[in-house]
């Protein structure tokens, strides 16, 4: 092969000799008198679906799909270097770094000169074009940063435009977090409800300025513009190879010469799409999923209509970008309508609401979430160790957690080799994060992190499948003299208190804390369901037969400081005294009568014994005392047989009829007592199993369900609910957060929008829920939280239903092509899938609900990191720090605020998000301004430098607050005003933090960190 | 758009800076040593099928299937010139010239410098691929010439390879003529019986050294290379976009990582390759129909196999032309099996023998047959008249024609919109040629030929219509002082009497020769059924209802010198005496008995009233006196319903069941008889018409047949032939001629290669007849003459059977996906198309027959041009005159010699084929050497220079003769001395041939050519 470079040509320049050799004129600009077509050639690259991410990259698999996304990349630098007037948009930097790690340096400065040059432009910028329903904001931020490091890094550029083009409906957070808060200059999408469209279109408000944050208000407005069909281009007008558009035969010796009629078929789709939109300007999106694989099919063609529509001069076509038309826009100075919330949940067609994969997949939900948190975690771990060149590294669990944030990965929208594939990459970069975090624990507890951890001694065991009851390093049989060590690591910033619960073989132990002083601990015997489950999942999934069933869970209650941990040790109970108490056993008779009381703290539950459920939620210390209700019941998937030949499916939430679940009478209530916490088992039905637990020092339920196989023998597929039932009087009003931050006020069978008209009151009324949801009347809020992404609704006054489970028999018609039928499969026999999760009730009065809310959600989100040692004898202590904080021994962070990102950079910078975790009017005292002393943040370690920076860290923030555009809006009424955090103070180093404000700053050091000992 | 260079990029090449860039090492050249892989990237792109010929080229029409070769060529050229290790070859010239004529000089510059440097070779080199079953000889080297002297003008190059890898069957001529004789190394192809290939794999016989003609022996070998299975890669190795061939995945951060695999898969299919080939060098046909859409997809993919598989070194992979390969398998000097005659029949599988489309098409292969003819005759009149710059010129009918030959063109196997298509630019060449036609005789005519044509005032009109009896310059009232001037045009190089007829009004006309003597004529009644085809046709084709139908046929007996014409006049005839006779009717009674004799000269044709048939064939001249019958029948195409699905189809020929069709009993004979010819006319059903005509002064029977609709309401397809049976013992042999020139000894149920295991007793011995097709015993030859291609075999001794016909109603399932069923539509309504054509019946004593063969051959594909004028009184000697030879008056021709082409170039030099038309052994007088004087052949033009060419004169003969290699063959019998006429004395300017030779001139002149009036 040869070594160098080949001049290569222009297939459609220089002089012309021949007759019919054409040299097209396409370097139009805008025209100011005219109606301008903005060209916007793209590609839209789903990092995942039918195929994975790695088949799609490379073009394998074309059985399934043909699709190559490096044939995209590959043919859009060749046609781009062909023409200095083409322009391309990228988006999917997931696939873009995959191409570029593979190009040659000389690829990589023509690349370079094209961006450069604005002939390439990077839209969105974040690895994947991710969900809005189903993805936590932390990672969303993350997976976008991740995109954007690299854009700023590779290319020196920010990205201007939010383009969500084919997300299932459009969160709130992507609006003003996601969009304003990047420095975005415009966000567009193609998918809205069809009657929202409809009116939309009407009226001309496709585009308007979007306010997604009722905290930030107009500081964080976004203009946003909807397309008035889909992200393809106009009917005739796609021009991938192979496609069956009408191509412009322009060469007069061939036959089919038909210029004129595709000049006047592009005139008349112009002006039918002027006829929806406001200003002298239209965008066309010239390209659709997985197209350009052979990019000159496409520019060809528009070199040619640019050309041809140009001379004919009804109107003006040029080749253009977001950015192009976004600064167009602007630049006509009108004023546009103001949109606030969100555009959930979204049906594309009268029976078809889009709502079911807010619940798809609940299992890979959960384990993304697990992933998220485990990563913020790790992060910490990493930078208080100091990142090491060779690893191991967060890098590739970063990478995973990236890719799954795809609207077609956490979605639960993808087949199932994809789920598959996605899941391995989670669990790879699991895997090494986990052996970062075994050594950083180790080298922190080993005190070496000024020294070097190069060779520790420690090796510390985790536990990722805690949730099966599976833990080999706490199933050991501890003998006299060896004890399992237990760090905690706390990644919060504030000091706390958690119940830890393991599994435990032996009957007789005692948990002593760092100190060496015994604590109260319990043991809870494992329930047969456990076992069952443990047994077959452990042999499913890791190809063995697990030791003998440990017997016990043993809870004991930990506290850990800020960001740092705290050690217990597990050894056998030597003296009566101080060995763990075993649960007291209560099980209920059939036939009983009576109510039972669970719960030793300010919290207790009365359990009818008679009918077997709850039925009161009295809390003595804040008084409440309220009839509840909890229940299971599922929705009949419609089987698409009927008219519409619509099926619920991994998208669709389409029900056929809502079926109680009963608790059956051979399934009476066991209640578990002891000091650390209560259980209430409940074998609802044969595939429902739910552990309800108040722990004495906590004021909410914690619901653990376990909901499967669901049984499908009877050819319907079921999707389970549960409904938490109250007498409150909540006027068909709800809220849910949006992505786990801002709550949305939901009312329903109602749309701030448009006079909705109601079509499906069951699934149009669902929402995504990733933090939690709730109701409130005049006396008291009903919150429930959740610990992965569900969908959830108020179908009823005082009831908060969720969807925990899905398991159907057809295909919904929305493109995956594949059944939502999750199996688990043991020697080729497969089962439907068993989900386990908890979900979080309580019950204040009003006003007092968002601390709860928001403080037990961040612990809900972040659970102890547990890491497990064994100790021969005593020497633990000798040679080992029992406690650490990664902050000042004295400080905390305030209530109001979150560290949400504590990552050391590859230049030894910090990246450093602090999140004020309240919005404006939520709680009393907490939605007010916070301020955080970065100095206690980092004791030991001299910070010469804090830029602040937009939320992706790609630019600093007050070049981004400079550049924005600022929109004129037709909003007339008074905004509340805005609290932002003011400059950081060189010296004092302190951050202060409106409601719902983050804030990100890249941190220079002068010194080295010291590990810091802390008492407890 | 920027009009300049760009630099651009190699994708697979320069420094390597990081771990995932790779740099292939593709220049691997053989290793005598290993088993060399030569991988020969190449898109196999039919010049129309599904698509016309344009749609392909553009990319238009992609719902009926996917294609643009504009794409192949654009993206194979970047992908060229993005290493010089590539190689590509391209084959038809009919999408290569369109490409061309679109690109920029730039392009040009790089496409050249990639042509010489061998990285882009033309292979073949034609307009298109052509068919080696129904195309004439001379519109294969029309074709041929083109493109290769496109390539030759644009490139200076002269293309090595014959690659008839697709045509569905090889002829003789295609090895010896079109392969040899244009100076190729090597011919190669995929298409052979299933039986053959069978053996030759076994046999390590796929390689031989053909010699496809008996006469010119081993001067016109040439090496032959048949796939092993098809064109296409092995399995697995199609690297398309999207498709699903596992491509290789060698970017280690990637999942499926798989290089081992897929060098493992390489080395099997190499090794099994290996196995049924001789010498260590294997060719993989990387390519097949339309691919290379974006040739980026299969370069990537060899570069990596190339890369790998050498790094592995178990075989040697390269990039490789058939050129290269050719010269590794003549470097090993190995010995070759030489095959003989050719490979005719086709079969694929037991049923389904290719041999449908020897006839599918009928109308369209007679019409493809009339313009080649007529091209013939319009180059030698541009010559005449001096080939004029701005036109008309012959060159838009010989792109057509040129197209037409393509293998699923003139072979009927296209798209019934693809068929139109080729009609069309068949019409719209003619037009022009007709034009150019009218003007040149009008220049002849006037004398102006010297001074110059651009004020000719005679409007000469021409009758393409006549097959439909609608001739609108002859249909004119003639009144007294009006006379109608017939231009007589003979495009032999003999003198020649043939009979022209031409519909009138009038029944009083008087015929006059260029001296105003009046000449014998005779009128015959136009029968209704060609009054009925006439009327029908003209309002279906012309869109017009046409005149009121002409009442007579005229007939009489012209005569014109060698390459000249002369004038007859028709008036209205004022003297009893001079007008023409009007024909006797005789038409025969039901039940009459008794036989009726036909004919008034040597050859008399008995027909049994009784039985309504012809029954004996008396030549009182010959004395031959033998029993004929003639009869139809049809086939009964097989429906495909049967266990193999197989269907009778365009391709496909699978009677099931043959039917007689009987003489109805209300249809006798009728019998028109006259001075000039007897007609005799036979309704054998109601859609079969048959004419038979006896000229007084020609000894053979000319048989116009009209067969259609075709009924198929009884939904059985039908595939109609008439049969000549004698009473001949043919001992299953009989002979038919390869594309119109040598003729082929055929068996029945033989092969000379193989031991047939005949399966299909009809079909299988079907070969295609482009010239005619002969039986003969010990005593007689029977020779049957076409007017186009057809299907004939002898299926019984003494019989010749010719397919005249066919209509099916399945799709035979190889690839084009519509049924033949050939409709004729006027207002919507259609039906079955009617075919109108003529064959000639000779039976002469043993050993006479060639003589007829080849001179009636040579007239019936080269019948008079003629063209009509009106006069006004007798001004038409005053100003014109009306005689012509462009050749010296006393000379012509010898009668062994014909003149294939005489056509003056761009340049103003001629292009002068000459042939010989005997083969040796053929005639006991003519099979001998024949001289051409080449000074008489251009009277009063001074020859300044001859050069013999390559047959498609692009490359001296000596320059040819010195570079052909010579390859040992296994051969040991001894050869017959091959006879070549020698070199060409350059004063005497005598041109010899040998047997079967053609010679091919390109001819210079220092001096004017003046037109030259001869006596007559």
Known sequence: MEVGLVVVILFASFICTRSEFIVYNTSQGIVPSKLNVHLVPHSHDDVGWLKTVDQYYVGANNSIRGACVQNVLDSVIQALLADKSRKFVYVEQAFFQRWWRQQSETVHRAVKQLVSLGQLEFINGGMCMHDEATPHYIDMIDQTTLGHQFIKQEFGQTPRIGWQIDSFGHSAVQAYLLGAELGFDSLFFARIDYQDRAKRKDEKTLEVVWQGSKSLGSSSQIFTGIFPRHYDPPDGFTFELNEESLLVQDNILLFDYNVQERVNDFVAAALSQANVTRTNHIMWTMGTDFRYQYANTWFRQMDKLIHYVNKDGRVNALYSTPSIYTDAKYETNESWPVKSNDFFPYANQENAYWTGYFTSRPAFKGYVRMMSSYYLAARQLEFFKGRNSSGPHTDTLADALSIVQ??????????????????????????????????????????????????????????????????????????????????????????????????????????????????????????????????????????????????????????????????????????????????????????????????????????????????????????????????????????????????????????????????????????????????????????????????????????????????????????????????????????????????????????????????????????????????????????????????????????????????????????????????????????????????????????????????????????????????????????????????????????????????????????????????????????????????????????????EMSLSANQERAEMEKKRLRWKTEASKEETKVVRGGPVDPVKLTVELGPMEIRTFIINFSSIFFPHEVDS
Not at 859 to 885: C, K, M, R
Not at 901 to 929: C, F, M, N, P, W
Request: proline share 4%.
């Open 406 to 947: 795809h609207h077609d990965a956490i979605s639960g929208t993808q087949r199932q080799h994809v789920a598959d594939d996605y899941a391995k990459r989670l669990a790879m970069g699991y895997l090494e994060a986990e052996e970062l975090v075994a050594s950083s624990l180790a080298c922190l507890a080993e005190s070496k992190a000024n020294t070097g951890c190069g060779n520790i001694a420690t090796k510390f065991q985790q536990c990722p499948l805690l949730n099966i009851s599976y833990c080999p390093p706490s199933e050991v049989a501890l003998s006299h003299g060896k004890s399992l060590v237990i760090i905690v690591y706390n990644p919060l910033g504030w000091k706390r208190d958690d119940v830890i619960r393991i599994p435990v073989i032996s009957e007789l132990v005692t948990v002593r804390d760092s100190r060496g002083r015994a604590i109260e601990s319990q043991l809870l015997p494992l329930s047969n369901s456990s076992v069952g489950i443990r047994n077959y999942h452990v042999r499913a999934y890791l190809g063995k037969f697990p030791s003998d069933a440990p017997k016990y869970w043993l809870a004991f209650s930990a506290s850990a400081p800020p960001l740092g941990f705290n050690t217990y040790v597990v050894s056998i109970g030597d003296r009566a005294g101080a060995s763990s108490t075993r649960s007291t056993v209560y099980t209920s008779e059939v036939g009983e009568n009576g109510t039972i009381e669970v719960g030793r703290g300010n919290l207790k539950l009365n359990y009818s014994l008679e009918k077997g459920k709850l039925t009161q939620y009295v809390n003595s210390r804040s008084l409440v005392n309220s009839f509840i209700e909890q229940s299971y019941s599922f929705y009949a998937g419609n089987d698409g047989s009927d008219r519409d030949s619509q099926a619920s499916g991994a998208y669709i939430f389409l029900p056929n009829g809502s079926f109680p679940i009963k608790s059956e009478a051979q399934a009476p209530l066991t209640v578990l007592r002891g000091p650390v916490l209560d259980e209430v088992h409940q074998h609802i039905n044969p595939w429902i199993y739910q552990i309800t637990r108040v722990y004495n020092e906590k004021e909410h339920a914690e619901i653990e369900f376990t909901v499967g196989p669901i049984p499908v023998d009877d050819g319907i597929g079921k999707e389970v609910v549960t409904q938490i039932t109250t007498a409150m009087k909540t006027n068909r009003t709800f809220y849910t957060d949006s992505n786990g931050r801002d709550f949305v006020k939901r009312i329903r069978d109602y749309r701030s929008d448009w006079d909705l008209q109601v079509n499906q009151p069951v699934a149009g009324n669902y929402y995504p829920i990733n933090l939690g949801i709730y109701l409130e009347d005049n006396k008291m809020e009903l919150s429930v939280l959740v610990d992965r992404s569900v969908g959830g609704s108020s179908s009823v006054d005082g009831q908060i239903e969720l969807m925990l489970h899905r398991r159907l028999l057809h295909d919904d018609h929305r493109g995956v092509g594949e059944v939502l039928d999750e199996k688990i499969c043991f020697h080729d026999e497969c089962t439907g899938l068993t989900i386990k999760g908890n979900f979080f009730i309580r019950i204040d009065p009003i006003g007092e609900g968002a601390k709860w809310r928001r403080k037990v959600g961040q612990e809900i989100y972040s659970p102890f990191l547990v890491a497990f040692a064994e100790q021969d004898g005593d020497n633990w202590t000798s040679s080992h720090i029992p406690t650490f904080s990664g902050m000042d021994i004295s400080y905390s962070l305030p209530d109001n605020v979150a560290m949400i990102t504590l990552q050391e950079l590859e230049d030894g910078k910090v990246l450093l998000r602090l999140a004020h975790l309240y919005e404006i009017g939520e709680d009393e005292d907490l939605s007010t301004k916070a301020s955080v002393e970065l100095k206690k943040l980092f004791p030991n370690k001299e910070i010469s430098r804090v830029t």
